[in-house]
């Protein structure tokens, strides 16, 4: 039996993969140290996703972690191609640097695609979640949850020992992965295709050399044996993983593939009858080796039910295409986390947590439609067709509308804007420009570490000081930064890509996106900053009860 209330945490995170690390680092960052459970023994076994975009990056490198994820990068980052071919001896039909066209000039992003492997991330986000804090349970299994009023209940058991416990908390965080079990308990549906395929995915050993012919690659879509036949190269050398589709509704099954059929699909792959191939199983000591991967594609209806929230592919599933599962998982937890600390520690009301769902949605949605977009071409289409979609757009440039942004009236209906022409405007990210601080090189985006951050721009200096006594007045953290005073602007773009004149300012996030600017000084800037702050807080709503409770 368990005993009620075993622990007690303001956030429960269950999921243990890059978006529920991630949620959990950013949370314990901000000063809330989450539970985080995760079923699985360990972090990410395989290497999942192979390259981390560079907004990605971009979020990692304003909590301090770029510098160690570059130390860790993959053996394969010198091969980023994609090749299609019937199999691996044949004539290649398209051969891709998957990067190269997506890759951010200096001008738009101080950083680029962060070339490591999923399970290797892991690794290291795990390690600063716990530094900063956060208690995080491997091997812990949620067993249920009552959501029911303004708390979460739960119960957890330790799958090593059996036991169960109790874990009372004010919010839980679902990322809990593409099965979404607890989205499927909430009754939230999906929006888009589904399901679109499933494939056996196995590792085998194999000296590929003569089909390679000194080729190299990240991966190779073939004709054989089936249409869709991927082959990737893990980091141990001569070791593959090969995923091969199948379909059920015609009464295909992951039973189907015995170790013996899986050694003649390969061969089929390569091209060779008679290749020596060792199959290997994806973890020492499983006996099962082949894997049933589902390749999905939807949306959930709703992204809040209550007190518990979804984020990463519990709240969307991608086609890999594009890179953008993983990122858009880890902008959830960006995205989220600020908004539930700033609830938490009772500077925002509880309406702000709804614009977590009124901007996040919206960017899966297009996202799915880009991927989709992706898929068709990379099966079908040829290397032109790919190089004709514009990734960086959908990287850099979406667009939030919510109130917990002041939209400007002039504002674009579309969901986008190309970010390598940036306009400032509010709802979008806040633009890179290299600034210069005592001779040191740093991007505007390097100032963006966790608070509502102002910028000042060189002439502005009463907002300067209207943003301290806001700061004071409303008990909200404010960085403050006066462009031409303590930072310099040597390349003179700061106020064009800002959109502002040179007594104006900008209101940044914390997550880096834009809430507000004003293109000239206001007549009483400080109440102006203060109103619009109580109104991006939704400060109206804030429960000073709970708050005191809680504290």
Known sequence: MAAPHDHTTAVLIVGGGITGLSTALFLARLGIRPILVERHPSTAIMPQARAFNPRSMEIYRAVGLEEEIRTRTSILADRPEMIGADTLVG???????????VRPPQSLSPTDWGLIDQDELELVVRAAAERGGADVRFGAELVSFDSDGDDVRAIVRDLGSGAEYHVHADYLVAADGNRAGIRDRLGIGVDGPGVLGHAAHFLFDADLGDALRGRGFLLAYFDQPTAGTALAPLRQAGRWMLGV??????????????????????????????????????????SRKPMDVRLAASVARRYRAGQVFLVGDS???????????????IADAHNLAWKLAAVLKGQAGQSLLDTYENERRPVAQVTLDQAMRLLNARHEGTADDLTAIEDLTMIFGYRYDSAAVRVETSTPDEPVEDPREPSGRPGLRAPHVWLDRARTKLSTLDLFTGAFTVLVAPDGGD?????????ASLGVEL????????LHDPEDRFLDTYGIASTGMSLVRPDGFVAWRAGVLAQQPEHELQQVLTQLLAREHIDRDRFDRDR
Do not use: K, M, N
């Open 91 to 101: 004539q290649e039909r398209f051969r891709i640097d998957l990067l190269a066209h």
């Open 463 to 471: 907002w300067t000081a209207a943003a301290r006594t806001a700061a």
């Open 245 to 286: 589709p199948f379909q059920p509704r015609q009464g295909d099954s992951i039973e189907d593939f015995t170790e013996q059929r899986c050694v003649e699909l390969a061969r089929r792959a390569v091209g060779i009858a008679d290749l020596d191939i060792t199959l290997v199983p994806p973890v020492p000591g499983w």
């Open 479 to 486: 960085d403050i930064h006066h462009i031409g005073v303590e």
């Open 315 to 329: 709240a969307h599933v991608f086609p890999p295409t594009g890179s953008y599962g993983a990122g858009t998982g």
